[in-house]
């Protein structure tokens, strides 16, 4: 396995390049989708303290937004009011993560606690897990593994989500681990305590905040 060193090196570039600016924007814009209801450009900027013009021109050149037919936000770089494999509860509220490594850092972005439910591809078991902003409280099965890929060159941009967040899956255990890396020999099997330590490390560096 890669260290987390090299792992967050080459995931960086899949990501859009953030200024000083336009972090302000992800925090509150992860907040106000995690409460379950679309977000308007106008909506962010209030809560930002920015002029709507500012936002609409920042967000227009980000990848890794999903927009509805009325212009609202509707997915965020992992996050999505929309279904997909993974699950998430948080309060009350469902929303879903677009791969299983944004299932173990979104409650981070969210600051909030989430109950995750996916499926193992190798045996189609249930995976469910307690996620904390600090890290996995509880998982079932237990010894449930993260399968990542890295993309290549081409998996930036706007082929952000086919590229990476496709084949990351959560693994049931061991075995099955074992037996998707030889069927997908490309895959990182990291236990998910290393996916959000990673997760932590990605996101850290995103948004300039530096490691202690």
Do not use: K, N
Not at 43 to 58: E, F, S, T
Not at 133 to 155: I, K, M
């Amino acid at each position: 396995m890669a260290q987390t060193g090299e792992l967050t090196t080459a995931l960086l570039p899949t990501f859009p390049d953030l200024g000083p600016a336009d972090r302000r924007l992800v925090g509150p814009l992860f907040v106000l989708l995690g409460q379950g209801r679309p977000v308007s450009p106008e909506a962010l900027a209030r809560a930002v303290g920015m002029p709507a013009a500012d936002v609409r021109r920042r967000l227009a050149a980000w990848w890794g937004i999903r927009y509805d037919g009325d212009g609202l936000i509707i997915g965020f770089l992992g996050l999505d009011l929309f279904a997909t494999r993974h699950q998430l509860r948080v309060g009350q509220r469902d929303v879903f993560a677009w791969s299983a490594w944004d299932a173990l850092c979104l409650p981070a972005l969210l600051g909030e606690e989430a109950a995750v439910a996916s499926l193992c591809p190798a045996t189609g078991d249930d995976v469910r897990l307690a996620v904390a902003p600090a890290g996995v409280l509880d998982a079932e099965p237990e010894d449930a593994r993260l399968a990542l890929e890295v993309p290549g060159p081409a998996g930036g941009g706007t082929g952000f989500r086919q590229a990476f967040c496709r084949d990351v899956r959560f693994l049931a255990d061991r075995e099955a681990a074992a037996e998707w890396q030889r069927a997908h020999p490309a895959v990182q099997i990291l236990s998910l305590e290393q996916g959000h330590r990673l997760g932590q490390r990605v996101w850290r560096a995103l948004l300039g905040m530096v490691e202690g």
